[in-house]
């Protein structure tokens, strides 16, 4: 374990590259360049097997498929107590006389409302859009929340137990003010059924998090590379108190559980290791249903959020078939 001293000297020193990993996952080589599918590519058989990388077809660019586009707007949070930004993603014909489903995702650890909408190897927009176009799907709303709940507007994010501590927040304002705010804003259909939620690293994490303290709100739920501190746990960068026992972990008796929750991680992780495998573990003996799989040769990198977002969809399309 490093001394707070040496992490707090480590995070000054990280570069901006070095703190997107963290927040939306290692860029691959090529994951910059933008591509186009073949149309001879498309076309996946709908079930509930899971498919361990995303079909390059559904992560790549169309040219005869309409994009919608991110952009950025605030909400007041009460339980911050402060102006709080969003990147929204909606559907290229957008219209309010039709109603939408809605995927919140989380970012990791240093990001923010960006953190996905401006790396060009997260290709939410490109699958989510793929699989629409082809009828798999329903058109989706994407919400990127800054998921540094901090009623501090100074405090920043760090590797130490009271740094975290926002994070942990977020599900008193995801739930309390960003829900109410994209709800009353915009045109999306309401119900857990259309209600999905997904994170990366850190935001793995509050996504297994929020899934077991809140689960009537989400019916389709994706935790991808999930960061150590669920639990109690001490890894390369700080001790965890952790947020529940190993006996906690799991949904309360009579809880409205997922119709999907998804556990998913590199197997060649190289931040949060085994930890999200641990989780599947413990969830596992504690009777939580949910799928579990590893994506052979991957990090902490950006075809793990691919991955993950493209089967949490296939499982959708599959449900509402």
Known sequence: MTDKTNVTETVSEMSAEEKESFA????TEGAKEEYVAEAAETGIEINDEIVERCPAAYSAKRENVQYGEY?????????????????????????????????????????NEFSFSEDPGIRIKEIIGNMAAEGYIEETIVVCPNMYATTDPNQQPGFNAEACLPYDNFINDLVNDLMPHIEKEYS???????????????????????????????????????????????????????????????????????????????????V?????????????????????????????????V???????????????R
């Not at 573990?281 to 040769?297: D, K």
């Open 24 to 27: 939306s996952g290692i860029t």
């Open 71 to 111: 952009t950025h707007h605030t909400y007041y949070s009460e339980t911050c107590g402060m102006e709080r930004g969003y990147s929204i993603l909606l559907p290229a014909d957008y219209n309010t006389d039709k109603k939408y489903p809605v995927l919140y995702i989380l970012h990791g650890i240093f990001g």
């Open 188 to 270: 999306v259909l309401t119900g857990r059924e259309n209600t999905y939620l997904a994170g990366f690293s850190m935001g793995g994490r509050e996504t297994i998090f929020i899934t077991l303290q809140r689960p009537e709100l989400f019916g389709y739920v994706c935790a991808v590379s999930a960061a150590p501190g669920i639990l109690p746990a001490t890894d390369a960068y700080m001790s965890h108190p952790g947020q529940m026992t190993e006996e906690e972990m799991c949904f309360a008796e009579d809880a409205l559980t997922p119709e999907v929750f998804i556990l998913c991680c590199g197997d060649k992780d190289s």
């Open 272 to 304: 949060v290791g085994t930890y999200p495998k641990s989780y599947h573990e413990t969830l596992e003996r504690n009777g939580a249903t949910h799928i579990w799989y590893e994506i052979s040769g991957a990090d902490h990198d950006n075809h793990t």
């Open 306 to 320: 691919n991955s993950g977002v493209f089967n949490l969809f296939k499982q959708i399309a599959n449900d509402k």
